[in-house]
């Protein structure tokens, strides 16, 4: 392989067998699906759109990008790619941290897994091998647990764990990977399937020095990467110290969105709630805020490290995000950060999404709210909350169903309707009546839904890069797509999604070019992305989501009006997805063939 930035090694790993194996970067393939989201998806594709997702068919995939532990800055991305258990989609995630960086450093690109194992294992890499190890002693365990057991064998100096708790030991379809900095993998059901898999943990051992991946085109990688770092340097958002990211981390977006109306409050009967302050990124800051942590090559530092010093939410935790802020807080109607704190550090200790947690306990306070169920949670109950956590993540009781996800929870329940989901996956922090192109967005991820897939609140909210008319619903289609094509590139060279804020295609260009070697343009980053986007609608397509009717959202956002600033506003999703389609070249949602031959996915 001739391209810069690959270390050109990829570890094979057959649970089943017990085997670790090892294979050079097929050139073609990275070429046309660059590596993180995009080659993880191509394996998964190629392994088979029809596995279950919780079978010994199914592959897990570790992804790095080209850019992955360089200079270049939020490189410090690692991607999972897998079938989904919560919805049957393909479905992707990402962790910050130093874990990819320092998989890169090992000497690897990409771990892909396949089979189960049919005792605990973990894989311990160091210098470009990888080795199974017992792990009978860590199951069990909560993430801190693992990962105190592994520093405490290996060292802490150069090493990153990453692990499952004990949520997805127990199958817990939204349970997620957590490493050594509480870096989440969280949505799509990730760690669940490692939990099918007895795999418990990664263990890295990796300094930098020496390691780093080496550009192509040295003197052009420079610039590159300086003109890219002094856009993050001057952006609005990204500016460290100043932008409002770097200040109050992504939960400076709270007091924002609700005051615009766009707050999905109690299971989004409402898009405005009043006690929303108590939890914003300002009362964070000012009450509760001990640190400012960053990941590898990064200036913004948006994590905020927090600390409930006394009484029963007595907790520290990193971090207070504005996605885990909201589903815990205002969607459930809790208003007080010190629960919400305990509860984000009960998810991180047993590796479970926060969004879907938030969502399935929101269900259910409307289920009973309404009569639908005897087991009672009234609206802001945080201390009932924290008792059906530890439910689910052990599968007690009710918490059995609670574990299946929000919709599976509502179809017990006897209403779907009560389920704030797309293609069975909960909705973020965005409600769709007071931003229309989110909306669509949801409808139409390939992971169910989604804000990451389309961030259009970029351009809706902050007017990045251009301001759009948040309660309009024409031209959101066109505007989608190129959200969604321009991460899903960035995704895949493997650079956080934040970088988007300050950087455009031809930044990624120009880095990528330069690491690789590989001429290429704005327009070819457009490019090489729609052709990622519709291999990941292509194999849903083939997965069974080949319908209309799978790109829809949740009745309320369509026939109950919004509150708030949005007072009276429904998603107008009949006009944005016709328009979506037609931008796409797709025929009610698949994909025809002479749209998967014109980006050269099938021949």
């Known amino acids: 392989m001739k391209l810069g930035g690959f270390k050109n090694r990829e570890m094979l790993v057959d649970l089943s067998a017990g085997v670790v194996d090892y294979r050079e970067i097929n050139e073609e393939l990275a070429r046309k699906f660059i590596g993180g989201r995009g080659l993880g998806v191509k394996y998964v594709y190629d392994n088979g759109p029809q596995v279950e997702p919780f079978s010994e068919d199914n592959v897990l995939c570790l992804m790095t990008g080209p850019v992955t532990g360089s200079r270049s800055s939020m490189s410090g991305r690692l991607c999972m790619v897998t079938k989904s258990p919560l919805t049957g989609t393909v479905t992707d995630s990402h962790m910050g941290g ?50 105190k057991a592994m520093q405490d064998r290996y060292g802490k100096e150069d090493l990153s ?13 939204y349970a997620g990977f957590m490493n050594e900095h509480d870096r989440a993998a969280g949505r799509g059901g990730t ?34 990467n300086q003109k890219a770092l002094k856009a993050i340097m001057e952006g609005g958002l990204t500016a460290p110290k100043k932008g409002g990211l770097s200040v109050y981390g992504t939960n400076v977006l709270t007091n924002i969105i609700n005051e615009v109306g766009a707050l999905p ?49 007595k907790t520290r935790v990193e971090s207070f995000e504005y996605e885990s802020g909201w589903a815990l807080g205002a969607n459930c109607g809790v208003s007080d950060a010190a629960p919400i704190s305990f509860l984000i550090n009960l998810c991180n200790e047993h590796g479970m999404d926060t969004i879907e947690l938030g969502n399935t306990l929101s269900c259910m306070m409307e289920a009973y709210e309404r009569g639908l169920t005897e087991e009672k949670i009234d609206w802001g109950d945080a201390d009932r909350m924290i008792e059906l956590t530890e439910m689910m993540v052990f599968r007690k009781g009710i918490g059995d169903v609670l574990a299946e996800g929000t919709a599976r929870a509502a179809k017990y329940f006897g209403d ?13 922090a965005y409600d769709p009546r007071g931003i229309q192109g989110i909306g669509l967005g949801y409808a139409t991820s390939n992971r169910g839904a989604c804000h990451l897939r389309g961030y259009t609140v970029a351009s809706e909210i902050a007017g990045i890069p251009m301001p759009t008319d948040r309660l309009k619903p024409e031209g959101k289609g066109e505007l989608l797509k190129i959200f969604q094509d321009l991460l899903a590139f960035s995704d895949s060279m493997n650079i956080c999604k934040f970088s988007s804020f300050s950087e455009n295609a031809e930044n990624y260009a120009e880095q990528y070019a330069a690491m690789t070697g590989v001429p290429v343009t704005a327009d070819d980053v457009m490019k090489i992305g729609e052709r990622i986007y519709n291999l990941e609608r292509h194999y849903n397509n083939l997965a069974g989501f080949d319908k209309r009717e799978d790109d829809h959202l949740p009745k309320r956002f369509t026939e109950e009006p919004a509150t708030g600033n949005s007072a009276g506003h429904l998603s107008r999703m009949d006009i944005m997805l016709d328009e979506y389609y037609q931008v796409r070249g797709w025929v009610d949602g698949v994909v025809p063939e002479n749209k998967l031959k014109e980006l050269n996915i099938v021949s």
Not at 161 to 173: D, H, K, M
Not at 197 to 206: D, E, G, R
Not at 283 to 308: G, Q, R
Request: one cysteine or more; hydrophobic letters at 35%; glycine letters at 10%.
């Open 98 to 147: 130093w874990s990819a960086a320092r998989l890169k450093w090992s000497g690897i690109d990409n771990v892909i897994f396949k089979g189960a194992s049919d005792k605990p294992v973990y894989l311990y890499i160091e210098n470009g091998q990888g080795e199974l190890r017992d792990a009978s002693d860590l199951w069990g365990m909560g993430t801190r647990g693992t990962v």
């Open 416 to 428: 779907e309707n009560l389920a704030m989901c797309v293609k069975g996956q909960a909705i973020p």
């Open 191 to 224: 760690g669940a399937v490692a939990g099918y898999k007895k795999l418990k943990a990664i263990v890295i051992k990796a300094a930098q020095k020496g390691n780093m991946p080496q550009p192509a085109q040295d003197e052009e990688y420079k610039k590159a």
């Open 265 to 313: 409050t109690m299971n989004s009967k409402y898009t405005h709630y009043e006690g929303a302050e108590g939890h914003s990124g300002e009362t964070v800051n000012a009450t509760l805020l001990v640190a400012d942590n960053t990941c590898h090559a990064c200036p913004v530092a948006c994590k905020k490290e927090v600390e409930v010093k006394e009484g029963k939410y």
């Open 161 to 173: 764990v990453i692990c499952i708790g004990q949520a997805g030991e127990n199958l817990v379809r």
